[in-house]
C-alpha cells in the first residue's frame, strides 16, 4: 500500500441522538452505561420522542419519522458545535449526508394503504418526497441551510458507518470544510416487522443478547445519531470544543451472500485493519471496540472471528461491548448512533456492558464487557483509541476509527 | 349539487389549517405565498375538495389561484 499523504485532520465538533433510550447523546450512553434497557415489547421504540415537540405542523407532516428523527438529532449536534443558528463556514462549504437502511416505510405503507381503500387519485403528493431515502439529507440541509454536497448513503446496516466515513472523505479531500452526518432509522411498522419476521432474523424471545451463547436474533430498534464534523485546523481559529476525531475509516464487502456474513471474518477483518491503518495507529493503541453485535448467532461469531483476525493477540485483551444490547438494532442508524455511543465512550471514560451477556458461547470467546460498566484505561497517556463497526445484509462491512481528544 | 360558500369555506379552511398555518390568520383575503401554502399543499387541497365535492381543480386552475377567497369562489362556481 503507498503511503498516505498529508491531509486535513477530521474533528467532531458535535453530536446529537435520539434513541430508546431517550433525547440527547449524553442520555444515550449514560443511560446505557448505567444498565438501562430501551426495548419493550420486542422492539426498541423512541418513546420520549414526539415531533411536536421539536418541528411545526408544516415540518412534521412532510416528513417520515426517520427524517424527524434525522432534524431532531442533527439540531441538538449543531446546537452543541455552537453554530447557533449560524454557521461558521461558507453554507456551500458544508456538506451533509444523512443514511438510512430502508427510508421512509411508514409512508409507504400509509399511502399503499389510501390507494388501495380510496383509489390511486388520493395518494399524497407528498408521498415521494417523504419517504425517498434522501429525504433526512434534504430535511437537515433546508433546516439548517447547509448548501455544499449533500445526499443519502443506503447500504443496510452499515449506511451510517458508511454516511460518518464519506463525510471524512469529503472533508479531507478539501470538498467542503464541515460536513453534518449520520443516519436515521424509524421501521417499526407492521410491515417492516412482516419482513424482517419472515426472514426469521428478529429475536422471538424479544430479548437482544449479543455475544450470549442463547442469542436468538436482532431485537428491532429506531432511532438517529448525527454528528457536526470539522476540519481541524478551522474548528480551532473559531474556538470550537474538540470533542473527538473521526481518525479512520476501512470499508470492504463480503461478496457472499446476501443476508448471512462470510463466516471467517475475512473481508470484516479488513475493514478494521483498514480503519486502524487510515488512523496510523496499531492494535497495541486500541482500547475499545464498540461491536456491530447485533444478537444474532451468525454475526456475533463472525465478528469475532474478524476481531482475532484483524488484531492477533491483542484481541483478547480489548473490551468489546454492543450498543444493541441496550436499544436494539437501529438498521441504518446504528452505525451513527454508535460512533455516537463510542465518542461518549472515549469523552466519558466509562465503557458501557454488553447488558444481558451471560452464557458465553465457545464461538464468541473475548472480552464482551459483562455485568457493568468499566473504566476506560489508555495506555501511555495517548488519546483513547476506538473502532466502532458496523456490517450489513448485501455484504457491507465499515469500521471506524474514532479517536478521544487529546487533553 | 347544492354546496354553500359557508360550507366550502369552512372546509377548505378547516384543511389548510391543518397544513400548519394557523385557522386565525386564513381569511378569505390571505395569500397562499403569506400562509406558506405551496405547491404540494394544493394538490392536497385538491384532493380534498374532488373527493368531497367531486370537483376537479388541475393544476393550471390552481396557479391562478392567489387568496384563499379565489380558491373558495372557484370551487363553489365549479360545484353549482
Known sequence: ?407 | MSVTTEQVESRVVETLASFGPDASQITRTATFEELDIDSLDLVELAQVVEDEYGVVLKGEDMKELKTVGDAIDLIVARAA
Open chain 1, 1 to 407: 500500500m503507498t503511503a498516505v499523504p498529508h491531509r486535513r485532520t477530521v474533528v467532531v465538533t458535535g453530536m446529537g441522538a435520539v434513541s430508546p433510550l431517550g433525547l440527547g447523546a449524553a442520555t444515550l450512553h449514560d443511560r446505557w452505561a448505567a444498565g438501562e434497557v430501551g426495548i419493550t415489547d420486542g422492539a426498541g421504540t423512541c418513546r420520549e420522542f414526539d415531533p411536536k415537540d421539536h418541528l411545526s405542523i408544516k415540518e412534521a407532516r412532510r416528513l417520515d419519522r426517520f427524517a424527524q428523527l434525522a432534524v431532531v438529532a442533527a439540531g441538538e449536534s449543531i446546537a452543541q458545535a455552537g453554530w447557533d443558528g449560524d454557521a461558521p463556514y461558507d453554507p456551500l462549504r458544508i456538506g451533509c449526508i444523512v443514511a438510512t437502511g430502508i427510508g421512509g416505510i411508514e409512508t409507504v405503507e400509509t399511502q399503499h394503504d389510501i390507494m388501495r381503500d380510496r383509489g390511486v387519485k388520493m395518494v399524497s403528493p407528498l408521498g415521494i418526497p417523504q419517504y425517498m431515502p434522501n429525504a433526512g439529507a434534504a430535511a437537515v440541509t433546508m433546516k439548517y441551510s447547509l448548501r455544499g454536497q449533500s445526499y443519502g448513503v443506503v447500504s443496510a446496516c452499515a449506511s451510517g458507518g458508511h454516511a460518518i466515513g464519506s463525510a471524512m472523505r469529503m472533508i479531507q479531500y478539501g470538498d467542503a470544510d464541515a460536513v453534518v452526518c449520520g443516519g436515521a432509522e424509524a421501521t417499526l411498522t407492521p410491515f417492516g416487522f412482516a419482513c424482517f419476521n419472515s426472514m426469521q432474523a428478529l429475536s422471538p424471545t424479544g430479548m437482544s443478547r449479543p455475544f450470549d451463547a442463547r442469542r436468538d436474533g436482532f431485537v428491532m430498534g429506531e432511532g438517529a445519531g448525527m454528528l457536526v464534523l470539522e476540519e481541524e485546523e478551522a474548528a480551532r481559529a473559531r474556538g470550537a470544543t474538540i470533542l473527538g476525531e473521526i481518525a479512520g475509516y476501512g470499508s470492504t464487502t463480503d461478496a457472499h451472500h446476501l443476508t448471512a456474513p462470510e463466516p471467517t471474518g475475512g473481508p470484516a477483518s479488513r475493514a478494521m485493519e483498514l480503519a486502524m491503518r487510515d488512523a496510523g495507529a496499531v492494535a497495541e493503541q486500541l482500547d475499545y471496540i464498540n461491536a456491530h453485535g447485533t444478537s444474532t448467532q451468525l454475526n456475533d461469531a463472525a465478528e469475532t472471528a474478524a476481531i482475532k483476525l484483524a488484531l492477533g493477540d491483542q484481541a483478547r485483551r480489548i473490551p468489546i461491548s454492543s450498543t444493541k444490547s441496550s436499544i436494539g438494532h437501529t438498521l441504518g442508524a446504528a452505525g451513527a448512533v454508535e460512533a455516537v455511543a463510542t465518542l461518549r465512550t472515549l469523552i466519558t471514560g466509562v465503557i458501557a456492558p454488553t447488558l444481558g451477556y451471560e452464557q458465553p458461547d465457545p464461538a464468541c470467546d473475548l472480552d464482551y464487557v459483562p455485568g457493568e460498566a468499566r473504566p476506560l484505561v489508555t495506555g501511555n497517556g495517548h488519546p483513547p483509541l476506538a473502532i466502532s463497526n458496523s456490517f450489513a445484509f448485501g455484504g457491507h462491512n465499515v469500521a471506524l476509527a474514532l479517536r478521544g481528544a487529546a487533553k
